[in-house]
């Protein structure tokens, strides 16, 4: 079985660099899995994949931190996201939203197509639901409000759709495994734990990738 582990910046994988002795670099080879850095947002992540997705990759490990909608959740929590939306992708009619499903343009929801693998890392994990990309981090309580009121999302990140998406048009299976670092709340980043969720997602990324 040979992985593609996909993160956006090198920070949020370090700990998987480390562990395996390997160099931080935007791609990097091992013999059971390889490691792409695409950068930050759905572009960079689409090109990024574009170039280097094939079909002799068995499965697609997305990584990264991310916001949560439900403060219950703890800061550092890891979350499988089972579907993950582009939220941002249609139509303004006015005060009502038009996701590109209406307008005919395909579909703004998507998943990892995930079938029958099994990793015991996978049964430890407390949290799933679905995610939302977005371009710009919600940081208001009008558009956090009108965004729960539409979709109701458990994540966001900037990223996990075009994963998904790519994953999708070129048949390779996709997990989504997201630390929480944030609430999607009035933006205060003083309150964001980056350092524990890297913590906690590289603990158990380096736990997955023995086990694959
Ligand atoms: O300083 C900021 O405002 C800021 C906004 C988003 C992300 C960052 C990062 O330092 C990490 C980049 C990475 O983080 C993901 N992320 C984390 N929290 C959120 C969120 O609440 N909403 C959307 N994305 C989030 C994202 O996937 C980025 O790739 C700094």
Known sequence: MKILVVAATIPEITGIYNHFGLN???????????????????????????QHLCSSYDLVLNLGIAGCFDTSVPLGSLV????????????????????IDELGFGKSKHNGSYLTYENPALKGLTYQGA???????????????????????????????????????????CIQIRSISNYVEERNKAAWKI??????????????????
């Open 195 to 212: 350092g524990l969720a890297i913590a906690k997602l590289n603990e158990w990324a380096i736990e997955f990738l023995t086990n694959a």
């Open 80 to 99: 499988r996201v089972q579907t993950d939306e582009f939220s941002e992708l249609g139509a303004q009619d006015k005060n009502v939203f038009l996701p």
């Open 24 to 50: 931080p670099l935007t791609f990097t080879s091992s013999a059971k899995f390889d490691l792409l850095v695409t950068g930050v947002g759905m572009t960079a992540t689409a090109y990024a994949m574009g």
């Open 131 to 173: 995610g939302i990309t977005v371009n710009t981090v919600h940081g208001n309580k009008e558009s956090i409000s009108a965004i729960r009121a539409r979709l109701n999302p458990l994540t966001e990140s900037m990223e996990g759709a075009a994963v998904f998406y790519a994953c999708e048009q070129a048949s390779v299976s």
